[in-house]
Structure formats: C-alpha cells, structure tokens
C-alpha cells in the first residue's frame, strides 16, 4: 500500500477472506484501501473430504487454495473495466501505467526459468501480476472452476493451485505483458521495472535463510537463488523496508 501510494494513482483495493476488522484490515482501511470481504463461491469444495483426499500426500492446503483462488473471482467483484491483480507480495517501484493496455481477457508476464548463469522467459505465464479485461474475463469464470474442479483444484506436478490451471485452460488467450510489470529479484536489478515480485523467497525471510535459522527445506530450496543474486536481492530488500519503516510511522 505504501508503494503504490507513494509512486502511482491506482486506487487499491483488498479482497480478503478473512475479519474485515482485525487490525490489519483497520490499517488497510485506514491508510486509504477499499477492503472487500469475501470467499470464493466454491470454498466448501476446497475443504471437503473427497478433495483433500484426492490431493492426499500433496502439499495441498485448503486455506491456501481458497486465498489463492480469489485472483479467478476479481471480476466477478470488481467494476472496473479494466484493473491490475497483484499478490500480496509485491512492491511498486516507479509508476507501471506506461506499461497498462488494455487486453482482449487477461495480459500477464511470462514465467522464467534459470538456464545456467542466465534466466530464459517460457510459454507459460506468472499469475501474480495481472491486467483483466472484467467483462471478457468474468464470462469464462465458470467454465475455469469447472476445470480445476475436474482436476481437484491442484497441480501435483507443479505444487500450484490456480496458475497451473489458468495456463492450460487459457492456452493462448493471455497476452503477453511487458517484464517490467512482474520483475523478480533474481532477475537482477531492473532499471525500468515498476512492479517487483518477491516470487521465491519472501524479503523477512532472506535474513534467516542465510543466516541458516531457517527451515532446512526453506534453505535448501532458497539459498542459492538469493546467493547467486545477492546484490539485487540486497538492493530489492533495501527499498521493501524503506517501505515498511514508513508503514510503521
């Protein structure tokens, strides 16, 4: 929140499933965000029987499916013509309007994947920055859930609830956006990036995998990523507490 208020004109909004006034819904609030109760209409299916059995022996979490599925119900809520989704772990940089269009459903910014000493973009897209077209996207809402609910609402093979999904059912219909809205720290320091993505490890927890106070799965999985890119890592960390130095003022 302090970094969109602080380097563009969006008018934020929380969808949160959760107490709209426990004191982190009081500080949203009160530092300008709308907050939008709600749950996803299929919440009671993510917590059953029959699927937490089908996904037994994953690391499926039904807590975690019902946050992360409330990305495919923003239209359905929203009323804006157009409006940029983001995780919750993301920071604004500079002001990512130069880079807004307007797409034909949804426009994201490619996965990337190491490749040696060097990160390659796939075919496939990250859902954790997204521009929606409301109306072309909110028509396809159905059809999407009743895939995931075929495919129990998880990928085995990819650890992943929602993005797997959205990416088969979607195929081709995403457009591709500029990788300045979805930078990640690994990617180094991006002069002309305006939206940064801590996708992998989580700017308070890097301290602890390096120091080793982490969970050895939190450090085999994460240490060498931050290592091997540790001045953006240390760069992009920088500015995440400059911003929460000020949310705590």
């Known amino acids: ?46 917590f059953s029987d ?15 499916a019902s946050g992360a599925y409330l990305r495919v119900e923003a239209a359905r809520i929203l009323e804006d013509d157009v409006f940029l989704y983001t995780d919750c772990d993301i920071m604004f940089v500079a002001d990512p309007a130069p880079d807004f269009y307007a797409p034909k459903v949804f426009g994201a910014c490619a996965e990337i994947v190491s ?6 973009e796939t075919q496939s897209f990250n859902s954790g920055v997204m521009v929606v077209n409301r109306a072309n996207f909110v028509q396809k809402v159905e059809g999407f859930i009743e895939f995931c609910r075929a495919r129990n609402f998880y990928s085995r093979q990819h650890s992943s609830y929602d ?20 930078w990640r720290p690994f990617q180094g320091i991006g002069e002309a990036a305006s939206i940064i993505h801590f996708h992998g ?8 995998i390096l120091s080793g106070e982490a969970s050895a799965q939190e450090i085999d999985s994460m240490r060498h990523l931050i290592n091997s890119n540790i001045d953006s890592y240390a760069y992009y960390v920088g500015r995440f507490n ?3 130095k000020e949310a705590d003022s």
């Open 1 to 46: 929140m302090v970094s969109a208020k602080q380097h563009t004109t969006l008018e934020p909004i929380c969808i949160l499933d959760g107490d709209t006034e426990s004191d982190f819904a009081r500080w949203l609030k009160n530092a300008g965000v709308t907050v939008i109760k709600h749950e996803v209409s299929f919440k009671s299916e993510l």
């Open 50 to 64: 029959a699927v937490i059995h089908a996904n037994q022996g994953s690391p499926y979490n039904p807590a975690q």
């Open 115 to 120: 490749e040696g000493d060097h990160y390659v």
């Open 163 to 182: 993005q797997t999904h959205l990416n088969l059912y979607f195929g081709h219909e995403w457009e591709k956006m500029s990788p300045n809205l979805n």
């Open 201 to 208: 490890p989580k700017p308070q927890r890097i301290d602890k």
């Open 242 to 244: 400059e911003f929460l």
